[in-house]
Nanobody
Framework: QVHLVESGGGLVQAGGSLRLSCTVSGRTFSNYGWFRQAPGLEREFVAAIHWNGRNTVYSNSLKGRFTISRDNTKNTVYLQMNNLKPEDTAVYYC?????????????????WGQGTQVTVSS
């Protein structure tokens, strides 16, 4: 049975940093992604990474502040978030894909975690 469990969320002041983790059990996947959903808004793409750890895709608006990485020995995917802003407040979701192509759409992913709350205060 596949499980994706996010951790590392919390309350942080604007300008601060957080590192989210997503631990995957049950099987390994080709690609992993991070999405986020703020209240009243659609779930949006944040970043994704290929199994090789070298091919990454970012939301244009977040590139430069957020960095995705993975440790295949630990079956864990990370999202390092720096210089956080109040508009980054959202529930952050980890997702896993069996596709060979790194995708940025919700439909590109087959399994999802339950999410972790990130709140950035001004």
């Amino acid at each position: 049975q596949v499980h994706l469990v996010e951790s590392g969320g919390g309350l942080v002041q604007a300008g601060g940093s957080l590192r989210l983790s997503c631990t995957v059990s049950g099987r390994t996947f080709s690609n992993y992604g991070w999405f986020r959903q703020a209240p009243g808004l659609e779930r949006e793409f944040v970043a994704a990474i290929h199994w090789n750890g070298r091919n990454t895709v970012y939301s244009n608006s977040l590139k430069g502040r957020f960095t995705i990485s993975r440790d295949n020995t630990k079956n864990t995917v990370y999202l390092q978030m720096n210089n956080l802003k109040p508009e980054d407040t959202a529930v952050y979701y980890c997702a896993a894909s069996t596709s060979l192509v790194v995708g940025s759409g919700r439909g590109d992913y087959d399994f999802w975690g339950q999410g972790t709350q990130v709140t950035v205060s001004s």
